[in-house]
């Protein structure tokens, strides 16, 4: 008798063949019994050699193999039986035998079967399937030649709290365009799920490999993974994909950005400018302390949410330092990579210097003045133009500017890098200590508990009225590439390893008891396999050769590895609590 804290999965696959045009094709008819329900499918080989690389490309790491399908037009042709087989009817087994086998270890498996690829596999998609509700009996099976009654017994730990399946496209419903770029766009989309509003993030593979910016996009989903549990860096809830596109499944914030609201009254007064200008600098001391240069800071990328406080996002042009990049003399990282947004590039980038992390100061103060002042500092009708006033204009202020707020943006806007407030380690706090955030208390904008000046009025869930009109108006749709990948494409594809889910993450850690724990938090140290654990020891070893006062940060923060640009190495600094 089979336990009743056990469920019961009845799999019976039964093969006919159908002639067309004097070729015979296989037609499978697959039954699956649950304890609630009993569904009758039909299958073809091509629908289990497609479910089966949906597999392959979204768990590369599973290891179960797909059986050898014989072929019933060359079964027909060889009618005669050998003498083997009529003294061992069952020594080769059939097509359907086999495909019922591989199925059982697909329910069997820990991941493939909470997934949504099994779950859209064995749902209702034909008019010829069917869905009978019935109950098992708690009988004893037995397994006959044909093994029409074989029970699959899942055991009663994988019963308990099982974690939502990877998201799919099917279960998102398209509702406004909210922004666009070059590289895609953000969609308000309602879950089927949990009816619950998100910004599905659509990226374009193939403009990410024509642009040669698969580093950035890797690290941009790296950074969301490793922060997901932080303040002031919207949320990551999944990252899954389709042949042709990537998604991130974001919050929604439905107070838009910094961007839009000031297109709507120009500039805000200092009361609110300063709570912004608070809450981003504490962003900015999540993204620094992690190791991470944001280096797209500016008014679209700032998103204010329901309750009026904001988060950053847009995490593309990021990059995460590593120990290659500290210089033995200041002990500081230092990269030279020339990105970000024309208006708020900061002196040594325009310059193609190296630089560090006070170009987010740079964009900060640029930031602020603009909120001031309805206009960036050193704005120009050209972009030369506007590069040519960053490196040689002088600071002028308007005459509306108070001394503690003079005093502040002439320090974050210091053409030398070096002199610029927040320099070195810690530099932060020397912006939070200057007399502009003297009324600040920096405890409460850490816990999210400073009142926030503009609470945006939303009229309605599905209120899009904070974002640009020029989005929301547009067709709501995404665009597929038709032609699909074959599955040797699916394997090198290199986006395979993007898929996230923190829930799946869990439940198949849960599920190895085997593996070492891994002490502290880290940037996706979930992701972190046997050799790449080699790679951080020999990175320790290779951290000893540094100055002391970079050695001295890493002695006193946990460090965890991470492979992102070129295969590199990277150190991922969370400050001890």
């Known amino acids: ?174 509702i406004k365009v909210l922004g666009k770029g070059c590289m895609g766009k953000v969609l308000l989309v309602r879950s089927k799920r949990d009816d619950t509003l998100y910004a599905l993030k659509a990226i374009q593979k193939k403009w990410v490999m024509k642009q040669k910016e698969f580093a950035h996009t890797r690290a941009e989903r790296d950074i969301l993974v490793g922060l997901r549990s932080q303040s002031f860096v919207v949320h990551l809830h999944h990252v899954f994909q389709t042949p042709s596109t990537l998604f991130f499944l974001l919050d929604y914030h439905p107070g838009g950005d910094i961007a839009t609201q000031l297109s709507l009254i120009s500039k805000f007064t200092p009361e609110r400018t300063r709570f912004y200008a608070a809450e981003i600098v504490q962003g900015l001391n999540v993204l620094h302390s992690h190791g991470i240069i944001y280096r797209d800071l500016k008014p679209e990328n700032v998103l204010i949410q329901r309750d009026g406080h904001i988060v950053l996002t847009d995490f593309g042009l990021s990059k995460i330092f590593t120990a290659a990049d500290v210089d033995q003399e200041d002990g500081m990282p230092y990269t030279q990579t020339f990105c970000g947004t024309a208006e708020y590039l900061a002196p040594e980038v325009l310059l193609g210097e ?21 206009i960036t500092p050193f704005w120009a009708e050209t972009h030369m133009d506007m590069y040519r006033r960053v490196i040689e204009d002088p600071l002028e202020f308007p005459p509306s500017f108070d001394q503690d707020t003079c005093s502040l943006l002439s320090g974050l806007l210091k053409k030398e890098a070096c002199m610029r407030l927040g320099w070195g380690h810690d530099g932060i706090e020397y912006i939070k200590a200057h007399p502009y955030f003297e009324r600040i208390d920096w405890d409460l904008v850490a816990k999210r508990q400073l009142e926030p000046p503009f609470v945006p009025v939303i009229k309605d869930e599905q209120d899009c009225s904070h974002f640009d009109d020029v989005f929301t108006s547009m067709p709501v749709r995404i665009s597929q590439d038709s032609k699909e990948q074959d599955g040797v494409q699916l394997i090198l594809d290199p986006f395979v390893s993007f898929d996230y889910d923190s829930l799946l993450i869990e439940f198949q850690q849960n599920n190895k008891p085997r593996l070492r724990k891994r002490h502290g938090t880290s940037m996706a140290a979930e992701h972190i396999d046997d050799d790449r654990a080699n790679k951080k020891r020999q990175l320790r070893k290779r951290d000893g050769k540094l100055n002391p006062s970079m050695t001295s940060t890493l002695n006193n923060s946990v460090c965890s590895a991470l492979t992102v640009e070129n295969h590199q190495q990277v150190l991922l600094i969370q400050p001890t609590l």
Request: glycine share 2%; net charge positive; proline share 7%.
């Open 354 to 374: 190296p630089y560090t992390f006070v170009v987010d100061f740079w964009s900060l103060g640029t930031l602020l003045f603009e909120m001031l002042a309805g």
């Open 1 to 174: 008798m089979h336990s009743s804290k056990e469920e019961q999965i009845g799999i019976t696959i039964y093969e006919t063949t159908l002639t067309v045009q004097q070729n015979t094709l296989s037609v499978f008819q697959v039954i699956i019994q649950t304890p609630e329900q009993k569904v009758s499918l039909v299958r073809y080989p091509f629908d289990f050699v497609e479910f089966h690389q949906k597999i392959r490309f979204h768990y590369p790491k599973v290891k179960i193999s797909f059986p050898t399908l014989h072929n019933p037009s060359q079964q027909r042709v060889n009618k005669r039986r050998s003498i083997q087989h009529l003294l061992f009817p069952f020594s080769r087994k059939s097509n359907a035998e086999k495909l019922q086998k591989y199925l059982e270890r697909c329910f069997r498996h820990p991941i493939v079967s909470i997934s949504s690829i099994l779950r859209d596999f064995t749902r209702v998609q034909r008019d010829e399937d069917v869905v009978l509700m019935a109950q098992l009996t708690d009988t004893t099976s037995t397994l006959t030649a044909n093994r029409s009654t074989d029970r699959l017994v899942i055991p009663p730990k994988l019963n308990k709290q099982m974690p939502p399946l990877p998201a799919t496209m099917d279960d998102f419903n398209l």
